[in-house]
């Protein structure tokens, strides 16, 4: 019984700033590498943005490097990204996920939609 839900999104103007959660459950949450991945409408696949390891080391993906942030709260099996300087290339669903994903184990995502 895994489950990542995702929360935080909505619409934000572009040069904004906003913050997603992500709610693991069912997983080993504090022992493994969790990443955030988006998907647009005219995209087949998701993208990783931003990844974490355990103890708290992180990644960025270059499109949102210096504008995005990832962390990560063990005690509470939460993940987080925090958005700033957002443009409309920013537009997506974005998941969380183990950085090696679970295919099965997508949730429905949280849609960030930004505006010029």
């Known amino acids: 019984q895994v489950q990542l839900v995702e929360s935080g999104g909505g619409l934000v103007q572009a040069g904004g700033s906003l913050n997603l959660s992500c709610l693991a459950s069912?997983?080993?949450?504090?022992?493994?590498?969790m990443g955030w991945f988006r998907q647009s409408l005219d995209d087949d696949r998701r993208e990783l943005v931003a990844?974490?390891?355990?103890?708290?080391?992180?990644n960025i993906a270059e499109p949102v490097k210096g504008r995005f942030t990832v962390s990560r709260d063990n005690a509470k099996n939460t993940l987080f990204l925090h958005m700033a300087s957002v443009d409309a290339r920013d537009t997506a669903t974005y998941y969380c996920?183990?950085?090696?994903?679970?295919?099965?184990?997508w949730g429905q995502g949280t849609q960030v939609t930004v505006s010029s």
């Open positions: 996920n183990l950085r090696a994903p679970l295919l099965k184990s």
């Open positions: 069912g997983v080993p949450f504090r022992t493994v590498n």
């Open positions: 990844d974490i390891t355990p103890s708290g080391r992180t």
